[in-house]
């Protein structure tokens, strides 16, 4: 049943986030299908032999098309095999596993109950972690960052942040999925007792589950989940590495900006030399001139 919801939104930096990867689930699945779409054409691809090559089939002595078929069957099943254990690989389902973790929390989201259904802690060492993931993301693509004569070394760690940043966010995310359940309590069930004391005519009582309703805060609604000391701990680790991660980008971000605007000659330098010279000559020429002024008087 649909519970009604205290007035709490998604943060700018996790909806900006959870959009981030919803895309990246769908060039995942993207990049899945031609495996999935090569072992259809190649079965296709069989039928379609065996109907055509049927009456050489029969013809052939030496070479039976059942020696082929046994052939294929076996290449197939190696295939088969090869993908089965690729299914199985630990990369593969931590993919899957951060597929449906975007997909339950889209899904809350939506149904605007994500605030209703995670665990607080979850959500707000989400919520601080994409503030970071953000800044680190923003860092990373300044033009300082996009310069052709950027190093080589500097490259590599714009690479490296940003992989660590994603990954980060992903085990983040994963971690906080196992943090969704029930409410512990309904806002409407409240509404409802508030109600009843009201047609009850219990004035003192009514007046004191008002201002209970009002003060409470979302978390005293959200559900509260047995894996939330495991997940306050754990998360609390990588919510803190991200952070520093983006303090340290955002901190090479302006030394490259500095090293970009004081690369080379000023120019500047040879028009303010030029204007103080100017000047300079100017203060001789009255000195001079006052000079040649006292002497002839």
């Given amino acids: 049943m649909r519970q009604d919801m205290p007035a ?8 900006k986030y959870v959009r981030f990867a919803t895309n990246e689930v769908y060039k995942a699945k993207v990049r899945r299908v031609p495996v999935w ?27 039976p098309l059942g020696v082929l078929s046994a052939t294929f069957a076996v290449l197939t099943g ?3 095999l090869k993908s089965t254990s690729r299914g199985r690989d630990a990369a593969m389902i931590r993919q899957l596993k951060f597929e449906q973790a975007v997909s339950q929390v889209t899904k809350l989201e939506m149904e605007n109950q994500l605030f209703h259904r995670i665990d607080p802690v979850a959500i707000e060492l989400l919520e601080s972690a994409a503030r970071s993931w953000g800044r680190v993301r923003e860092g990373l693509t300044g033009p300082e960052w996009g310069r052709a004569d950027l190093p080589p070394y500097l490259s590599q760690l714009k690479d490296q942040a940003i992989r660590a940043s994603d990954e980060g966010m992903r085990d983040l995310l994963v971690m906080a999925s196992q943090c969704i359940g029930e409410p512990q309590r309904s806002r409407g069930d409240d509404v409802k007792g508030v109600v009843s004391r009201i047609l009850e005519f219990n004035v003192p009582q009514t007046l004191d589950s008002l201002k209970e309703l009002v003060s409470a805060d979302w978390k005293a609604y959200a559900h509260q989940s047995p894996h939330g000391p495991a997940m306050a701990r754990h998360g609390l680790v ?17 030394e490259i900006h500095l090293a970009s605007a004081t690369h080379g000659s000023f120019e ?9 010279s100017e ?16 002497l002839g008087g």
Avoid: Y
């Fill in 37 to 63: 779409l090569s072992l259809f054409a190649a079965s296709s691809l069989a039928l379609v032999l065996s109907l055509v090559f049927e009456p050489i089939r029969r013809s052939l002595v030496t070479l």
């Fill in 78 to 80: 190696a295939t088969a």
């Fill in 238 to 254: 990588i919510t803190d590495r991200l952070d520093k991660l983006a303090r340290l980008v955002e901190s090479k971000s302006g």
């Fill in 279 to 294: 000047f300079e000559s100017l203060k001789r020429a009255e000195s001079e001139f006052d000079g040649q002024i006292h």
């Fill in 8 to 15: 709490k939104k998604m943060a700018p930096e996790l909806q």
């Fill in 268 to 276: 500047s330098l040879e028009t303010l030399d030029s204007a103080l």
